[in-house]
Nanobody
Framework: QVQLVESGGGLVETGGSLRLSCAAS????????MGWYRQAAGKQRELVAA???????SYADSVKGRFTISRDNAKNTVYLEMNSLKPEDTAVYYC?????????????????WGQGTQVTVSS
């Protein structure tokens, strides 16, 4: 079994910073593409940032220059550093990771979602 657990959300004032973490656990062989999505109330889920296995990152235009996605392979964890936060960044943030299971666990590759963490930016 593979599980993603998110942490780091909360309430912050405009201009503040937060760092989200998404830790993967279970029968993991490797983590491949990692991404952070967000879903604001009444809106569709959107991709905020992505990081491939080669280390190349991409960002939504709305967060470029403010958000940074990174990974710690030793900890099987992906992070989203969010700076200069704006009220329009308010949303539930989800991590999504494509994980290759250990051969002993079947060796399947699949996408997994975290449980979501609320980020609220007050004006």
């Amino acid at each position: 079994q593979v599980q993603l657990v998110e942490s780091g959300g909360g309430l912050v004032e405009t201009g503040g910073s937060l760092r989200l973490s998404c830790a993967a656990s279970g029968s993991i062989f490797s983590l491949n593409v990692m991404g952070w999505y967000r879903q604001a109330a009444g809106k569709q889920r959107e991709l905020v940032a992505a990081l491939n296995s080669g280390g190349s990152a991409s960002y939504a235009d709305s967060v470029k220059g403010r958000f940074t996605i990174s990974r710690d392979n030793a900890k099987n964890t992906v992070y989203l550093e969010m700076n200069s936060l704006k009220p329009e960044d308010t949303a539930v943030y989800y991590c999504n990771v494509r994980i290759l299971a250990h051969p002993f666990a079947g060796g399947n590759e699949a996408n997994y979602w975290g449980q979501g963490t609320q980020v609220t930016v007050s004006s």
